[in-house]
């Protein structure tokens, strides 16, 4: 009887080990394949954000460009023109604070500002004279905000707002 309860237990505790080791092979196989599907994933961020970077410096030049042709034809004062330079040639250090910080534009700005002769009340200041849905993406404070009211601010100094405005006019009557 006593050898019978023995092989019981001894029995039991082999279906135990068994359960386990194959458990454990598992866990390993489950391990491989998180590791393999972070690499895979790492990959692909650091794919998307070198990408980003490029497209937010592209923007930027692109955006830089239209206010120095808005300065050349005088659509917009030298004040303006410092400012909105400022913000241009920074596009893509602010996005890219915003996104990889979780940083404000404010926040983003101050830190710029801490090597430039403007400031942000010099800034507020050109903001305050543009037109209030440029004011209302401004006061977002936020990468998307910024992206918004930067293209904005090229399609408004250009002239382009009001060529359209007159084109979509002519069209209707």
Known sequence: MIMMVT??????????V???????QNM??????????????NSKASHAYRTLVMV?????????????????????TQQQHLVLMLLMSNFSNIVM???????????????????????FVDIQDVIKEMPSNIRVAWSKNTAEGFIAACQLITVF??????KKTSQTESQAS
């Open 7 to 16: 092989f019981s237990v001894i029995g039991f505790l082999i279906l135990i």
């Open 18 to 24: 068994g359960y386990m080791a194959l458990r454990m």
């Open 28 to 41: 390993q196989k489950e391990i491989t394949l998180s590791r393999s599907s972070a690499k895979q994933n």
């Open 56 to 76: 937010t410096e592209a923007l930027g030049k692109n955006l830089a460009t239209r206010i120095d042709n808005a300065f050349k034809r005088h659509l917009i």
């Open 97 to 119: 604070q915003c996104s990889e910080k979780s940083a404000t534009v404010e926040e983003a700005l101050s830190r710029i500002l801490k090597t430039e002769t403007l400031s």
């Open 157 to 162: 100094v250009t002239g382009d707002a009001a």
